[in-house]
Structures are given as structure tokens and as C-alpha cells.
């Protein structure tokens, strides 16, 4: 399997995430040349003070997705879209869909398809004692696969940590600084066909703060 560089942002400045889109209502800023981000709304209002907020670009099918990643206060939750499109093929910000808004049930169970990896978990009291990251196939709220979370609560992630999602041929890979959580082939059967390129996006629950960099998407080719 060869590997081409297709996009490279550092997201290190408000320049790099300049044409990056918006859904809910956050705060982006960054520090030490690193993206952060937390909810603007106050996390009483429940789902509405969550956020999605989608690279521009869209993506083919095969692809290496590959960021660093770094807690810095929680409870909360983090999210990776992949593949993400309408559920008829529509490109992701086609006027046709429905607004959404950060409010999950717009993502798993509306109008678009796509994989998502929910990679820090420490929103619910069940979650915040045994830790695991989660893959999901949408439209349809499927848990296909799931592993121990390596990620370390906030107060002793002193550094990022370097993760990777690779998709190629329907088998879907995750990984934290290299050590394989879980993987997983979609048979295109089970829960409907492979799903193919398209957008990615990163998604918080309040009132996390997260610090975001060095995100890079390789084209994966046989």
C-alpha cells in the first residue's frame, strides 16, 4: 500500500482554519501555535452546547487520517467524522440538507452518512470509569467496533498524542502514538455499503477544551 500527502495543515494559527466550517457555537484560539477549542454555550443547554467544526476540503474514499491530540480540561467528549456526505450522495454543505447545529442527532440519524470515532470519552459517569473509543457507521447510529482508550485523563496528559484512522478497502483502522486500537472491515452488507470519500470534521461535547495540531490526509493507493 503507497501513501501520498494530499493535505497538510499545521493548525497553528486562525490563517490555517480560516475557510474550516463551523456548526454550534465555539471558541477556537489557539496557544503555543496549537488549536484549541471549548463551547461557547453554557453546557446546562445539553446537546445545543455542542459543536462540529469540518475541514473544507473533500477527501477520497482510501485515505490516512493522522492528528495530534491533547486534553486540557474535561468531562467531555471528542469525535472524528470521516467520509462524511449526504445520504444520497449530496456534498456535506449542499443547501438541500437540513441545518444542523453540533446536536448529535443531526449527525448519527439525519440527512448525511459517515464513519465517526469517538477517541476521548469522559462525558458520562460510566464512561469516565472504564474508557473506551468507539466506531459508529451513520446514517444509523451503528457501534461496530470498540477498544480500551489509551488516553490518559487531563491531569496527566502533559503532551499530545499522535493519533491515525486509516481507511482503505473498507477496513478501518485506529490507532493512538502507533499502538492499534481497534480495526474493523466494513463488509459493505451489514450496515449498508462502504461509504466512500468525503469530508471530516472534529466534534467536542461541553465543556471539554481540547488542543488540536498537525493534521495531515494521505491518499492511500494498492
Known sequence: MEKKLIYDNPLACAEDVKDFVMEGSAEVYFENRKMRMKNALDAGMGQKSNFVYWCDKDFPSDIMIEWDFRPIEEPGLCIMFFSAKGCNGEE????????????????????????????????????????????RKSKGFYLTAQGADPIPNCEDSSESYHLRITKFNGLIEFAVNDLTVFSWQDDGIEYGGVLGGGKIGLRQMAPLIGEYSNLKVYELRN
Open 92 to 135: 456535506l454543505f449542499d443547501k438541500s440538507l437540513a441545518h444542523r447545529d453540533g446536536q448529535y442527532n443531526l449527525y448519527h440519524s439525519g440527512d448525511i452518512n459517515a464513519y465517526h470515532i469517538s477517541y476521548f470519552r469522559r462525558r458520562w459517569e460510566d464512561e469516565r470509569a472504564f474508557h473506551t473509543c468507539n466506531l
